[in-house]
């Protein structure tokens, strides 16, 4: 028996020591690498200022839980993350699983143990993600005195509101933030959305898989988006420090 618990120690070990390796192969930096470093910023002091001006309205909003929690979020992506590129070169391929019936393509879908915790991280990192940017709305909604109810605040919500004072309108910090809630954030909500509020990732995955599965260009599709998670959920990584740094900006760049 003791024999038996020292491997399964050792094995635990190991997959915590090969994580750690993808995090630094693939350059999975979060907003706590460093000491709490980010660029020229120390993540766990937001503002620089005496918070005056504060949005004094929000009763559930808390400015050190709101950081822990931005900080905790962005760490816990950079984890799944990892774990998606753990796991992607185990995962079904449908293209090498497929077969001919009378000359014609068909693909099969038996799926193994990593592809099913595969999925499952997928599904968690739109969630973590999504999680994120929704704090960051509350921080700017916060400490830049949004005119919204406290249950209403959302992150691109909160960006429209605030193209309408023509003191942040044209901040640098600002822009970079309009432009990724127009292009980016976009994007990825809308797969969140599917993914939250209707199926999860697996799911979905599964039925488009089930009704093209004789349609080769289709299936060739929908396994390049799959397996395009782990880039995929890596950029965001970078977003969304980048995101925090410039709300850090911007709100300490205003009067």
Known sequence: MLWQIIITMQ?????????????KDEKLVSLSDNDYQYKDQNVLILSKSNNQNCNRTFKKFNDIKNIDDLINCNNDL????AHLFYYKPLINNPINEAYLI??????????????WIYSSFVSSCYEKLYHFWDRIGDTLAYYLNVDIKEDQINFP????ILTKR????????FKKLLNFK???????NK?????????????TYRFEHAINSGDKEKIENLWKWKEEMPEYFKQHLKNSCEGYYNIYRLINSLP
Do not use: C, W
Not at 78 to 81: G, I, P, S
Not at 182 to 188: A, D, I, L, Q, V
């Open 78 to 81: 950079k984890l799944f993350t």
């Open 102 to 115: 009378d000359g014609k393509f068909m693909s099969t879908y038996f799926q193994n143990g990593a592809d």
């Open 182 to 188: 127009t292009n980016e954030f976009k994007e990825f």
């Open 191 to 203: 797969h969140r959305k599917d993914n939250v509020h209707y199926y999860q990732f697996e799911t």
């Open 157 to 160: 919500k909160v960006i429209e």
């Open 166 to 173: 023509d003191v942040i309108k044209d901040n640098p910090y």
């Open 11 to 23: 094995h635990r070990q190991e997959h915590i020591k090969e994580i750690g390796q993808i995090i």
